[in-house]
């Protein structure tokens, strides 16, 4: 018997050997330094989470409120801003006209707040998207503060003396 490359094998029983090798069971001691940061970064986050959030209101305006009687519509605060026919009251997050009120959402309250202070500047997407979401420990891309904007326009349109316009490529600018 000539099996490969003319060598001669003797004829007879042969037996072939296989063996594979022993499965490795997963070793889980690496997973430990990658959980750590994963353990610090939620607690830190729930920590932040728990925490009793200030007060909004000054001191000053909750003495106010309590003599207040029932007939005002409105609280006589002391931090208000006028923009156009409308009145802002930064504290409480509220905008009033013609003795109605708009109620805002905290973002809306602070992109106001922040729009009303740069009046006639431009404010950056940036700075929008630092100041309302990422000190929060949010990240979001800019068309949260385009839509945003797009919220506070359509409360602001009753007086068309307000406005908010693009500055293309830079941010948005309060024209009153």
């Known amino acids: ?16 050997e296989i063996s594979f090798p ?61 923009l156009g026919n409308f009145v802002f009251f930064e504290s409480k997050g509220v905008l009033s006209l013609n003795n109605e009120t708009i109620e805002l959402s905290d973002k809306e309250g602070k992109a106001l707040s922040i729009l009303v202070s740069n009046q006639n500047e431009v404010v950056g997407r940036d700075l929008l998207m630092k100041e309302l979401w990422e000190d929060d420990g949010v990240v979001v891309i800019t068309r949260n503060v385009d839509v945003l904007i797009s919220k506070l326009r359509k409360r602001l349109s009753a007086d068309p003396s307000v406005k908010i316009v693009n500055v293309h490529g830079k941010g948005y600018k309060m024209i009153v």
């Open 1 to 16: 018997m000539k099996p490969c490359r003319g060598r001669e094998l003797k004829k007879g029983c042969y037996v072939i």
């Open 22 to 82: 022993a499965k490795k069971s997963f070793n889980y001691g690496w997973l430990l330094p990658a959980f750590i940061p994963v353990v610090f970064a939620a607690l830190y986050f729930a920590r932040k989470r728990s925490r009793v959030p200030e007060s909004r209101e000054p001191i000053e305006e909750k003495v106010d409120e309590s003599q207040l009687g029932e007939t005002e519509s409105l609280p006589a605060i002391t931090d208000h801003k006028k």
